[in-house]
């Protein structure tokens, strides 16, 4: 079904939504937020810019946006794919626990923060561009992957990346040798068994978006993961 949004305000917009029997294209999106939250079993597609809270809740659907999206992008998702073919804003991913989001370009900040893993559930962001600082604040869980395409000389992360991160993995296509870490963790070269774990989820990045995964995985990676389940501990116990 198509679905213009032109004039629609996001009540309206979700409301029709929700009534689809089928799939749907979005057209003239422009701003409406909460699109997609909360379903499943639908293909979506945006044309336009969403506004905040695209896909919260998402427990299935997949939602493609053919531009940029904005803040809080796949917020507490619990399964489903979410495919940005642009930048999106801050906070994305924002206590995942389930599904996919992969975007082309950048992020802004806090991207994964208090992402988590449920069960047998492994929530997965794939930044394409660069992320914003804060990346991976709090990451208790679930797969953070930055590959920093066509940032040439720049950082492919800000400025503190995984502050508090006590769960979960992230991937940096960086040597990281100007990357400031938190001394709770452990920052090191990816391994071949790293790189094996990595390929699966790039290589569908790299479908989507049409690069050559054997150029984008040529490049070395950084592996960041916490040093303990428990990194404050030592603030609240006493020794």
């Known amino acids: 079904m198509l679905l213009n949004a032109k004039n629609l305000n996001y009540r ?54 053919n531009a940029n999206a904005q803040e809080a992008v796949g917020d507490t998702m619990n399964a489903g794919k979410i495919v940005v073919h642009g930048n999106i804003g801050d906070a994305a991913g924002y206590a995942m626990r389930g599904g996919r989001i992969f975007v082309k370009g950048n992020a802004g900040y806090r991207a994964g923060i208090h992402m988590k893993a449920y069960k047998e559930k492994q929530p997965v962001m794939v930044i394409g561009g660069t992320a914003g600082s804060f990346l991976g604040e709090y990451q208790a869980g679930g797969i953070i992957i930055v590959l920093g395409l066509g940032a040439k000389e720049k950082e492919i992360v800000g400025f503190f990346p995984c502050t508090g991160m ?74």
């Open 12 to 65: 309206v917009l979700n409301e029709t939504l929700r009534k689809v029997d089928g799939d749907c294209n979005i057209i003239e999106c422009c701003g409406q937020r909460y699109i997609a939250a909360g379903m499943s079993d639908q293909n979506i597609t945006v044309n336009g810019i969403p506004g905040n809270a695209l896909g919260a809740y998402l427990n299935g659907a997949t939602i493609t946006v």
């Open 166 to 239: 006590h769960g979960g993995k992230m991937f940096l296509r960086s040597d990281c040798r100007n990357v400031r870490f938190p001394s709770q963790v452990t920052a090191r070269t990816a391994t071949k068994s790293d790189l094996e774990e990595l390929e699966v989820y790039v290589s569908e990045y790299c479908d989507l978006f049409g690069y050559d995964i054997h150029e984008v995985l040529s490049s070395p990676f950084t592996v960041i993961t916490p040093d303990s389940k428990s990194p404050y501990k030592q603030m609240y116990v006493a020794n």
